[in-house]
């Protein structure tokens, strides 16, 4: 090793001695140095993964590379004791099944690791018996154990205490509990034959009990099996054992998430932060006494995301620990950190200070004093926080401590740099009435200043409309005269500049020279809102359009009220996903849905403001809409209409998009109010009506929840087109019958219907030839099965490949079909047939194709389909006035979205313009 090599090792040893202990990239480049020449260094590089191991989570690598190292030491006895070490210390942060089985097997096969094994086993099957997946590893080991014992020294105490372990086994569930009943079953076959019969129906009783519980574990297992690093999947798993925990135990818990983070190397990404949030919410509710557990948990939490301040926020809450402090020191987060994260932890900070200070311990409260002034600064002069939570939170501190001084400085610095917020001009004004330590006159005053830095009419609006309910109430009336001649006046400077502002922006876009226009055929706004939808964010970030639960209702508004009107207003709450203005009994009021929870609660602080001189009113729009399924699929939204209209005002009507080629007989109705969307449950839930073949449908009616559309929706592709739901199985064995390849299927998701293959050639007392087609109930099912890597049955590794569905546009007859372009993109096939049914003729049948917003038509009569292009020119179906044009035109169309990006393509109009019936062009052909 280079001597320049040797001394940069020397040089890390010394800081991560010392001020670079924080510094992962430091520790990791001390250990890849010495592991250049890792037989020599291997008591250094053992002892710098301790150091590390300190500061830090290891990942499941480095302990395998740290068991790897203690395995090259030569000497016995020390690569015994350094064993033992290291089982203890990963012990101590990981209890899990991976390294407590290590640790037993070492200490069963090794007598000179010097540790007793009983205790070892009993620790371990307290942590690890709630380990679903892996439990049984530890519980073979115990019971081989302990049954050795038994064959080397028979005792009845032995074998009692063995039959108590194995009973107790059988009440946990986890993934081997069929083979657990039957280990107990071979147990008493070998050593109590006689009572055979009374100890397997002790057995049973409890194995019964618990079997009942695995469908509930397994339905997260087999997901979470087929996507391992979806933190939301583990999450709702956590979720869901700590709903159902015995008593409060929270075992069950911190065994799933020790599993995690042992084992899935993503949960100490930020994106996982999620799951150690839930997992903590679910220790503070769970374990209200005890707060050790709590503390060994915020310590991985802080040691995964060193660098993130929040974690050290819920550490600091709770103890007064300095060297976490150190820590976030050490690290620079004041300054290097999100200063929305820092905040989290300043606030924690100052709040721990000032209960510790109120002992008047004078170090104590000199500290909290330097670190007042030092977060103060930092927020004020580094930052511009809209909230100024760390500057208002160190005035209240002040303020309690008797500090007015201080708490009126550090409130005039924030109304110097933060005058063009009329909230920072607010809140100065509640800190002086509240402490009452000025006059009347210094307040008004107050307002006066605030006014001068008004530079937009909302600011304006918000100060002035408490300076003047306060000259009203405190002054008389030549002050509040007043104030309203200084609004007035900056009201008018701010028009001129609007003015001014606006006329040069008129000046500049005529002197833009004019660029000839690209034809780009524009989307309509429902469209947009309908790939707004669609679009989703990565696994760990996933945002959903709500229109149920982020919408308010804004009433006594102006009849002559605009879009533009309430966005004003409204845009400094969050962004608006759509605004609907709504003129019901010449009474107008809106609906203004949010993208997210924070847009409404900004929102509902608009009530009681002015628009338009008219006080208007803010209030959550709440369980207003409703899910109706299971209607007629021939229904549209004005047969729809006619049945709900009943209750109360319907705002809208929305279908799906039949995009994902799945045809959705359900749809969402918006009525103004919750009470009318409850009467609508109340009236029209299981009424029954009849489509024009007079079958019956029994419609369905619920308020709509988002919580629960996913796991709704999930069962939608059960409508998916049958060909897209079959699988042709092959390698089969020739003995199989339908019914035992059905069962063995139905395991992956319901079977619709196993056909064999009839052939001249099948052998005698043969039930298939070695193939099957299987159709199933919905296309999870489907994808689930084809993405097993190898499927083994009776012996048999089975062949599985999709039946790829026959394109059968081409199969739609030339003369007496048409196509259809521009169509709504909610329309599904049935509601379409009914359409061309009720306005041209019979119509054989009909395919759509949504991401073209096109279809096919075919009638029985060649006739039809040439009248159908006079009769329905221009003819509206759901929100759109359909094209009719040739078979062709459409499946070139579609053909061209499958070889490449598809921009609205339309057929050229002198293709459908001059659209000639079939029966002509035949006869001039």
């Not at 500049?497 to 000046?507: F, G, I, P, T, Y």
């Amino acid at each position: 090793m280079s001597n320049n090599m040797d001394e940069e090792i020397k040089t890390l040893k010394n800081e991560l001695f010392d001020y670079e202990k924080f510094n992962v990239d430091k520790h990791d480049r001390l250990i890849s140095l010495l592991s250049l020449n890792r037989r020599q260094n291997i008591q250094s590089i053992i002892a710098a993964r301790k150091i590390k191991k300190l500061y830090f989570i290891l990942s499941p690598r480095e302990y395998s590379d740290w068991l790897e190292d203690i395995n090259l030491i030569d000497d016995y006895w020390v690569k015994i004791d350094q064993l033992k070490e290291f089982y203890f210390q990963v012990l101590n942060d990981h209890p899990v099944v991976t390294y407590w089985s290590g640790f037993l097997k070492f200490i069963i096969s090794d007598s000179n690791a010097g540790v007793e094994v009983p205790p070892q086993l009993a620790q371990a099957l307290k942590v690890c018996s709630f380990d679903y997946k892996d439990s049984h590893i530890i519980w073979d080991i115990a019971l081989e154990y302990y049954i050795n014992n038994l064959e080397e020294e028979s005792s009845p105490e032995k074998f009692d205490m063995i039959l108590k372990l194995q009973l107790k086994r059988l009440t946990y569930p986890h993934a081997e509990l069929d083979k657990s009943f039957a280990s107990f079953s071979a147990f008493i076959s070998k050593y109590d034959l006689n009572n055979y019969g009374e100890h397997m129906v002790a057995a049973n009783k409890i194995f019964s009990e618990t079997k009942k519980q695995l469908p509930y574990y397994d339905k997260f297992e087999l997901h979470l099996s087929q996507h391992p690093v979806s933190s939301h999947g583990w999450i709702t798993y956590l979720e869901s054992i700590a709903k159902y925990s015995r008593d409060g135990d929270i075992r069950s818990v911190l065994a799933l998430f020790e599993r995690v983070i042992s084992s899935v190397k993503e949960s100490t990404k930020k994106s996982w932060m999620g799951f150690w949030y839930q997992c903590l919410y679910i220790l503070y509710e769970k374990n209200t006494e005890d707060n050790s557990m709590i503390e060994q948990f915020l310590i991985k939490f802080i040691k995964a995301f060193p660098n993130d301040p929040r974690t050290y926020a819920e550490h600091i809450r709770l103890t007064e620990s300095q060297e976490v402090l150190s820590r976030m020191d050490a690290l620079d987060l004041i300054n290097k950190a999100d200063y929305n994260h820092w905040k989290v932890a300043g606030e924690a900070i100052l709040s721990q200070e000032f209960r510790a200070a109120k002992d008047a311990d004078e170090n104590k409260i000199t500290l909290l004093y330097m670190d007042l002034m030092k977060f103060c600064q930092h927020a004020i002069y580094s930052n511009n926080d809209k909230s100024h939570s760390i500057e208002k939170l160190s005035i209240e501190i002040f303020l309690e401590l008797g500090d007015y001084e201080n708490a009126e400085n550090w409130l005039e610095q924030m109304l110097e740099k933060f005058g063009d917020q009329h909230e920072v001009w607010l809140y100065a004004y509640e800190f002086y009435k509240k402490n009452k330590k000025v006059d009347n006159d210094f307040i008004s005053t107050l307002f006066s200043r605030a006014v001068t830095f008004a530079k937009s009419q909302d600011f304006l609006e918000a100060i002035s409309n408490e300076w003047l309910i306060f000259e009203s109430v405190h002054n008389g009336k030549i002050s509040y005269t007043s104030a309203m001649i200084e609004i007035n006046k900056q009201r008018n400077i701010i028009r001129k500049k609007d003015l001014e502002a606006s006329v040069a922006e008129e000046k500049s876009t005529k002197e833009k020279p004019v660029i000839e226009p690209k034809l780009v055929v524009s989307e309509t706004k429902k469209r947009k809102l309908e790939e707004k939808e669609k679009q989703v964010d990565s696994d760990d970030n996933e945002i959903k359009r709500s229109r149920e639960n982020f919408s308010v209702k804004v009433t006594n508004l102006t009849d002559h009220v605009q879009e533009k009107d309430l966005t004003a207003i409204f845009e400094d709450c969050g962004d608006i996903n759509e605004i609907q203005i709504v003129h019901n009994n010449h009474q107008p009021y809106a609906i203004i849905e949010f993208v997210n929870e924070r847009g409404v609660l900004a929102a509902l602080s608009k009530n009681l403001k002015k628009l338009h001189d008219q006080t208007i009113s803010v209030v959550r729009q709440e369980e207003a809409t409703i899910f109706v399924s299971n209607f007629p699929p021939t229904y549209s939204k004005d047969q729809i209409l006619t049945i709900f209209q009943g209750v109360g005002h319907v705002i809208n009507i929305r279908f799906p998009s039949q995009i994902p080629q799945k045809t959705k007989r359900f749809c969402f109705i918006q009525y103004d109010s919750s009470e009318s969307a409850k009467k609508a449950v109340l009236s029209y839930n299981n009424i029954v009506v009849k489509d024009k073949s007079k079958r019956d449908y029994s419609i369905k009616v619920v308020i709509s929840n988002p919580e629960k559309k996913s796991t709704s929706n999930s069962n939608l592709n059960r409508d998916a087109p049958m060909g897209d739901r079959k699988i042709r199985v092959q390698n089969i064995p020739t003995s199989c019958t339908e019914n035992e390849l059905g069962n063995f299927l139905g395991q992956y998701g319901e079977v619709e219907s196993i056909v064999f293959p009839r052939s001249n050639r099948r052998r005698d007392g043969s039930n298939n030839d070695g193939l099957a087609v299987v159709l199933f109930k919905s296309l999870d099912t489907l994808n689930r099965v084809c993405e097993i890597p190898s499927l083994l049955y009776q012996g048999h590794h089975l062949v599985i490949t999709r039946v790829k569905p026959l394109d059968e546009v081409y199969d739609y007859d030339d003369q007496a079909s048409i196509g259809v372009f521009n169509l709504d993109r909610t329309i599904s096939g049935p509601q379409l047939k009914a359409f061309l049914q009720d306005n041209v003729g019979s119509v054989k049948r009909v395919s759509i194709f949504p991401e073209i917003g096109a279809a096919l038509a075919e009638f029985y009569n060649v006739a039809d389909a040439g009248r159908a292009n006079m009769i329905l020119t221009n003819a509206r179906i759901g929100d759109n006035h359909i094209t009719i044009t040739t078979k062709h035109e459409v499946v070139n169309s579609r053909n061209r979205v499958k070889q490449g990006p598809y921009n609205n393509y339309r057929p050229s109009p002198s293709r459908y313009d001059s659209f000639v019936p079939a029966s002509v062009a035949r006869r001039r052909r």
